[in-house]
């Protein structure tokens, strides 16, 4: 028993030793957020407070009673097809312009939802996020429709097919300063399993706990 404890042991250690050094995880604060799936989709789900308070709040001027905004990204000739197809999904495989979705919502999550995940971040990660959509969209930002009916804004960004909606919201996240996988994130399958494993590893590690208190998981954060 005793040496097959010791190989586990040096099993573990070589493999972090293979991975090279990893930071420690970021403490996480109070703010959180939610980011749902729908179909191929993924969003991001600010509470209203967040994006009232800062450079997105014309986005809120039209839904005073929305407590939640779904924020997302696209191609601009799907998203604006009124039935996108086969023609808009070749279109994609070469990229192009983009738009970022907002969405004004009646309850946490977009009611087409089928899953959702809850991240705490490090303090100041809300105001990451915000300013990572806000630096994209050029003013004045139009109000989003009350109904909850999508508001089309033009990004930046391009969409590229290694750069969909899915990597998208994994990058607003790894820049609110989360160790989630950025590159090679491209489908709504692979970005929930590494946020469904980035709030297991939060409530594995609580609020503000130490690396150290964990043993070392070379997969973690690696695209």
């Keep these: 028993m005793t040496r097959r404890r010791t190989l586990i042991v040096a099993s573990l250690t070589a ?9 420690a995880p970021p403490v996480l604060g109070a703010e959180a957020l939610k980011v749902a799936a729908e179909s191929w989709h993924t969003d991001l789900c600010l509470a209203a407070r967040t994006v009232r308070a800062g450079p997105l709040a014309p986005f809120a001027a039209e839904a005073p009673g929305a407590p939640t905004f779904a924020f997302g990204f696209g191609l601009e000739s799907w998203m604006r097809a009124e039935r996108p197809g086969s023609g808009e999904a070749l279109a994609a495989l070469g990229g192009g ?33 915000v300013a990572f959509i806000a630096g994209q969209v050029d003013p004045p930002l139009p109000p989003a429709p009350p109904s909850g009916a999508w508001l089309l804004v033009p990004s930046r960004l391009r969409y590229a097919p290694d750069f969909t909606c899915n990597t998208w919201v994994m990058r607003a996240l790894a820049v ?10 491209r489908l709504r399958g692979a970005a929930m399993a590494a946020l469904h494993a980035e709030a297991a590893r939060q409530a594995a590690t609580g609020r503000g706990s130490d690396a150290a208190t964990l043993p070392c998981s070379p997969c973690a954060g690696i695209p």
Excluded: N
Excluded at 15 to 23: K, L, S
Excluded at 176 to 185: K, N, Q, S
């Design 15 to 23: 493999g972090c030793a293979a991975g090279g050094p990893r930071a």
């Design 97 to 129: 312009s983009a738009l970022v979705s907002v969405r004004a919502l009646s309850g946490p999550v977009p009611p087409g939802a089928e899953e959702s995940v809850t991240l705490r971040l490090p303090e100041g990660g809300l105001a990451a996020i």
């Design 176 to 185: 609110a300063g989360l160790p989630v996988p950025v590159t090679g994130i």
